[in-house]
């Protein structure tokens, strides 16, 4: 149904000039942006990507650096609209989920010896073909590549290099391709600019010294690292953004919103309760909607879909002022309630959905089986009614800070519900959350809890990062970074055809995906990655061979914010890695229960998911098992423990976990 609906307004926004036409409230241009293409790829602007030429000096960033694209650099869509680059230019580096873009006429993977996705460990061997270098620390960081599968034209294929966890916050890193080789084993020579600019050192006056001088120090630091400039065919450097960078919008608004509140519940009325019977529902007692009172941080009173994060002068997010934005919710109430107070938490949707979910039948099992009242409010930014934004974006780039920007306010939207749950005049001062002798159907004296699955997994870590009230929360076939999971997912299927449409060249869509993430690290997990566990306990749960969130972004995910791995994960000879699930530490029988951050892979039989940069499509992958972790007994067994002792238990004995298949 949701595929019928989205291809629906697939044909609407093509068909609409409106929606292409350039953003009204399109902010001005950086007016010092670095200039021209790189002359090390000068036939491809941004390539390599990411990449330090396309940034500038900035004493004012905690990088040192800014980045610096001219709308004249990014790729424009088949409108030949400019993309306008302000909201890039507000990072001071690159995301730190960045996947590495460059393009290497003939190249073969195979023959070169690149690590591929069932080999991470490769990519540290001594003698790779590609080195990641972390200058700030001398690491070599591990990584996967890969060519783009969906490219038709060898000419315009890219080499994609993904992290296997992501880059540190704010710091510097050095890329080397050497010794690549062709189909035939033959060693592919660099381009001239490139041996040019690797070679001796060019007269004052060469146009290529200039290149040579920037480039230097990260040639220096891959020397000192053991990489030689001979046999290089191609090495850059990049800076990646800063902790504030990434997560400065969502805390300055947030905190900004917390400072007002102060110590008051949130502004909230409830508008409708019904008492279910029975014979209407065994496990929910009563349905609660209501609406929170938010202050207004996006640039259009109300802050309908499409509207951006309103921002003084320097770019820093402020109060609309008189705006409020009124979020709409849902709560279910399990019977359970009812003969003691239940465990109060926030849950969040899927892609594009709508707090209408809460009410969906495993989210009522595990109220009624372990006494959670869900309360869920729409992810607005990534909810039903931003779909028309959404589709527009990719249509025009120029359109899609909307997404990210309108996410925080809905992230905001969440966290004034949460405190609304949990506070002593809030929610539960209401008739509508007490029995009928008075009694309060909520225990708001072990803090707030947080479930979500999918897209509500994805964007759930960076709720959980920001949350002052939240202390654990469990994302439900989950990873991060869309700039990763796109290519991987099948539900992107009706919006590739508006990239098609948007971007018919393969290389140009590897760019802009790269490029959306940049931003979106301010609305999605990737961007809080790092510090999601220095005050938050969270739960991973993985469906093996997720038809819509790839596994692999799940295991950088695990990699990054130190999940630990409950083994045994997969049986024997399941995963085609050559050291399953490499680099993630497990928990043993030993260390259980365990208290910390974990994932959990529940294997419902389907079929192992691609190894290139591709959805698992068709029949050869059978049944996509992306629903079936939330509906096992089990799961919620752990994810119900998890969320009110923080210990991460063993359900599922001396076996790998699984699920039954859901229909």
Same mark, same amino acid.
């Given at each position: ?46 390539? /390599? ?5 396309? @940034?500038?000096?900035? &004493?004012? %960033? +905690?990088? *040192? =650096?800014?980045?610096?694209? !001219? #709308? ?32 290497? /006429? ?5 023959? @070169?010896?690149?690590? &591929?996705? %069932? +080999?991470? *460990? =490769?990519?540290?061997?001594? !003698? #790779? ?535």
């Amino acid at each position: 149904m949701r595929q019928r609906m989205l291809v629906g307004l697939l044909a609407a926004v093509l068909g609409a000039a409106a929606l292409l036409a350039p953003p009204a409230h399109a902010a001005p241009a950086d007016p010092s942006p670095a200039r021209g293409c790189d002359p090390l790829a000068p036939a491809e602007c941004l390539l /390599p990507f990411p990449n330090d030429w396309y @940034t500038r000096p900035d &004493p004012r %960033t +905690d990088t *040192g =650096r800014r980045v610096a694209f !001219d #709308a004249s650099v990014l790729p424009r869509p088949a409108t030949g609209q400019a993309v306008d680059p302000a909201a890039w230019n507000r990072s001071d580096g690159f995301s730190p989920g960045s996947t590495l873009i460059a393009r290497v /006429p003939g190249l073969d993977l195979a023959r @070169t010896g690149a690590a &591929p996705l %069932t +080999d991470i *460990g =490769r990519s540290l061997d001594r !003698d #790779a073909p590609i080195v990641l270098l972390d200058t700030t620390t001398g690491e070599r960081w591990p990584y996967w590549a890969e060519p783009d599968s969906n490219a038709t034209d060898p000419a315009r294929r890219a080499l994609l290099i993904h992290p296997a966890r992501n880059f540190h916050d704010g710091h510097h890193y050095a890329v080397a391709l050497r010794h690549l080789k062709d189909g035939t084993g033959r060693t592919i020579p660099a381009a001239a600019p490139f041996a040019a600019v690797a070679g001796k050192r060019l007269p004052a006056h060469d146009p290529l010294r200039a290149r040579q001088d920037r480039l230097r120090p990260a040639l220096s630091a891959l020397r000192r690292a053991g990489v030689s400039r001979r046999g290089l065919n191609l090495a850059w450097d990049f800076t990646v953004a800063s902790t504030r960078s990434l997560t400065g919008d969502l805390f300055t608004i947030r905190d900004d919103a917390f400072r007002r509140l102060g110590d008051r519940a949130p502004a909230f009325e409830v508008t409708g309760v019904t008492d279910l019977t029975r014979e209407q529902d065994t496990r929910i007692a009563r349905e609660v909607t209501g609406e929170i009172t938010v202050p207004g941080y996006l640039d259009a009173p109300g802050g309908p879909p499409g509207t951006l994060l309103n921002r003084d002068r320097n770019g820093t997010p402020r109060a609309l002022p008189g705006s409020t934005v009124t979020a709409a919710f849902r709560c279910e109430i399990p019977r359970a309630a009812f003969r003691e107070p239940s465990h109060p938490s926030l849950y969040g949707h899927g892609l594009l959905g709508s707090r209408n979910e809460v009410g969906a039948g495993n989210v009522r099992d595990m109220a009624a089986e372990h006494d959670f009242t869900f309360c869920a409010t729409d992810w607005i930014g990534m909810a039903k009614e931003d779909i028309p934004v959404v589709l527009a974006a990719l249509a025009d780039p120029g359109r899609f800070p909307a997404v990210p920007e309108r996410s925080e306010q809905g992230m905001l939207n969440a966290l004034f519900l949460g405190r609304a749950l949990i506070h002593p005049r809030g929610l539960t001062t209401e008739p509508a959350f007490r029995t009928a002798d008075g009694r309060p159907l909520l225990d708001t004296r072990h803090g707030l809890a947080y479930d979500g699955n999918s897209q509500g997994g994805i964007l759930g870590g960076a709720l959980v990062a920001a949350s002052p009230d939240i202390r654990r929360g469990v994302l439900g076939v989950t990873a991060m970074n869309y700039g990763l999971l796109l290519d991987r997912s099948a539900d992107f299927a009706p919006f590739q055809q508006v990239l098609n449409a948007s971007y018919p060249d393969k290389l140009h869509q590897q760019l802009v995906l790269q490029l959306f993430q940049m931003v979106w690290d301010r609305g999605e997990t990737n961007g809080y990655a790092h510090h999601l566990t220095d005050h938050h306990q969270v739960l991973m749960h993985i469906a093996y061979g997720d038809h819509q969130v790839a596994n692999a972004a799940a295991d950088v995910e695990a990699r990054t914010i130190g999940a630990r791995l409950l083994t045994p994960a997969l049986a024997a000879g399941r995963s085609p890695d050559a050291v399953p699930y490499w680099g993630i530490r497990t928990i043993g029988p030993r260390r259980l229960p365990y208290r910390g951050s974990a994932m959990t892979v529940w294997d419902s039989g389907t079929p192992t998911p691609p190894v290139t940069n591709t959805p698992p499509a068709g029949p050869a992958y059978g049944h996509d098992p992306h629903e079936d972790p939330r509906n096992s007994p089990a799961a919620r067994q752990q994810k119900a423990t998890f969320l009110t002792t923080g210990l991460v238990i063993n359900v599922c004995g001396t076996t790998p976990c699984t699920a039954t298949p859901t229909s």
